[in-house]
């Protein structure tokens, strides 16, 4: 599971489409839907907030808007707490450098085109959800420095 941090923008068509079914996946953990996945490391950023199903909504709306702004017709009738506000969930600058060197990985192996478009970018946006702050890659990150793998 990945839940970007990085704005969706940036992701190709897999790439928003697996966001989406990821972050509709996380809902379901964190409204006791399902039973897989409840300890996905990804999830404890969620798990913190307040309330974290208006947070997974919150994200998964900002997901959905991409999508619309590209064409695609993603079913926001799945967002269990749609419109709901929520408090800026921070993100360090390390955890976004490192998500960004992760997507450029892929983006070079599966969208060429697209890795060669943001190629110029050196300081991506973050999710609508988050705020970025100093710090170091995130202790919940599997991943320490190197690419993850899918």
Not at 35 to 42: D, F, V
Request: proline share 8%.
């Amino acid at each position: 599971m990945r839940l970007w941090s990085l704005h969706p923008r940036y992701l190709d068509r897999q790439g928003l489409t697996a966001c989406w079914r990821e972050a509709l996946l996380a809902q379901a953990v964190l409204t006791g839907r399902t039973r897989g996945y409840r300890n996905h490391p990804q999830l404890e950023r969620f798990r913190e907030q307040p309330e974290p199903d208006a947070a997974v909504g919150s994200y998964l709306t900002a997901v959905a808007e991409e999508a619309a702004a590209r064409g695609y017709r993603f079913d926001t009738g799945k967002i269990l707490s749609p419109g709901v506000a929520v408090p800026l969930v921070a993100v360090t600058d390390g955890q976004v450098a490192l998500e960004w060197r992760h997507l450029l990985a892929k983006l070079r192996v599966r969208s060429p085109d697209r890795a060669g478009d943001l190629a110029a970018v050196t300081d991506p946006l973050v999710h609508p959800l988050f705020r970025v702050v100093p710090g170091p890659v995130a202790g919940w990150e599997r991943d320490r420095g190197t690419t993850l793998p899918d």
